[in-house]
């Protein structure tokens, strides 16, 4: 399998890290180090920003910080914080400006973040560098779960119509839509029929296609192989696609990528949300439908058709099935409504 696609994004991460981490202190790139075998780069990449953000807080609106830089921020002072800094912080995440910019998080946002705090003292304290964690005693935001938001059966083939034909889009669209509808129909069908992720989808080559068995290969999330498994109706745009594609000269390092920008490289994860975004604007203008969304539509669609989470929760690459129950609990609210009245106690 060429796996150059990962190799270059897993580099990417490494120098965007490296970049962030010579801005702090000597500690924390220890701290890496330690999770350097257990974690993605892009994980890591995730968490030096959060650090990061916390010691420009420290420095902001600690007095005991006034003056200092990133990296000047050492142990001693740490270890001096206590839970109300912490609480602060979070209470700061909500509504904060840098460099001109306002910043806004919602409680999703805050647990990650305090999550990466988390895990960064507790190796200080652990390698004995610190003498208390005190983000162990700082309560976690509590995320207000929201419906799911997908497409019904009629949306889905309203979207589908609507990238096949262009329905309602605008002229200017219209002439940008003519060069790339089989490729866009190729690309959302395939995430339709599979709930693949949109990294999972840009990140695919054309050498990771098998036709005879109906699979691809893709990297999931976490960097582990797994393969997918598409339907006929897939296969038949995905033939129709390869056939233009054939026609087309990549640019260099985008050789054996299946679905080409444009300016003849691999489409990026950005480009793909501008896809869906477009289309479903006409298809689906009371909903705010993501590639996320697409792969939420699979998976409800799945779970009615087999009532099977461990298959929905195999297909989808969940590593917990209880993410997926947490996900499609909604449904089985709903089951348990309809079937109310199908135990009966009396005979009318």
């Known amino acids: 399998m060429d796996d150059s696609y990962q190799k270059k994004v897993a580099r990417d991460q490494l120098v965007r890290l490296r970049e962030v981490i010579a801005e702090l202190p000597p500690y924390v790139r220890d701290f890496f180090r330690s999770i350097s075998e257990t974690t993605q780069p892009r994980t890591r990449t995730a968490y030096a920003y959060d650090i990061k953000t916390f010691f420009e807080f420290l420095i902001d609106e600690n007095p005991a910080f006034r003056g200092k830089t990133t990296r000047d921020i050492d142990l001693a002072?740490?270890?001096?914080?206590?839970?109300?800094?912490?609480?602060?912080?979070?209470?700061?995440?909500?509504?904060?400006?840098?460099?001109?910019?306002?910043y806004t998080n919602n409680a999703s946002a805050k647990k990650r973040k305090l999550v990466a705090l988390r895990t960064f003292f507790r190796f200080l304290y652990q390698s004995e560098r610190i003498e208390q964690n005190v983000t162990e005693k700082v309560k976690t935001p509590k995320i207000h779960e929201k419906n799911i938001i997908r497409m019904?059966?009629?949306?889905?083939?309203?979207?589908?119509?609507?990238?096949?034909?262009?329905?309602?889009?605008?002229?200017?669209?219209?002439?940008?839509?003519?060069?790339?509808?089989?490729?866009?129909?190729?690309?959302?069908?395939l995430m339709l029929s599979t709930g693949i992720r949109v990294s999972e989808c840009v990140g695919i080559n054309i050498s990771d296609i098998d036709f005879d068995?109906?699979?691809?290969?893709?990297?999931?999330?976490?960097?582990?192989?797994?393969?997918?498994?598409?339907?006929?109706e897939a296969a038949e745009?995905?033939?129709?696609?390869?056939?233009?594609?054939?026609?087309i000269d990549p640019a260099a390092g985008s050789e054996d990528a299946l679905f080409l920008s444009s300016h003849r490289t691999?489409?990026?994860?950005?480009?793909?949300?501008?896809?869906?975004?477009k289309y479903a604007r006409v298809a689906t203008p009371l909903k705010k439908i993501t590639p996320h969304k697409l792969r939420s539509t699979y998976g409800t669609a799945l779970y009615q058709e087999t009532n099977d989470i461990y298959l929905v929760a195999s297909v989808l690459g969940h590593k917990d099935v209880n993410t997926t129950r947490k996900h499609?609990?909604?449904?089985?609210?709903?089951?348990?409504?309809?079937?109310?009245?199908?135990?009966q106690l009396r005979e009318d």
Do not use: C, P
């Open 213 to 232: 068995r109906s699979s691809i290969r893709v990297v999931r999330k976490g960097g582990n192989e797994d393969l997918v498994y598409f339907s006929d």
């Open 152 to 189: 019904e059966s009629d949306e889905v083939a309203d979207f589908l119509d609507t990238v096949e034909f262009g329905n309602n889009l605008s002229k200017q669209q219209l002439r940008f839509h003519e060069k790339m509808k089989t490729r866009d129909l190729a690309m959302m069908t």
């Open 266 to 277: 691999r489409m990026t994860a950005r480009n793909v949300e501008y896809m869906v975004k």
């Open 77 to 102: 002072s740490l270890n001096q914080l206590t839970a109300s800094d912490f609480e602060e912080y979070l209470d700061y995440l909500n509504l904060y400006e840098k460099d001109g910019r306002e």
């Open 328 to 343: 499609y609990a909604a449904m089985d609210d709903d089951k348990k409504w309809r079937s109310r009245n199908d135990v």
């Open 237 to 247: 745009v995905l033939l129709e696609y390869l056939e233009e594609r054939k026609k």
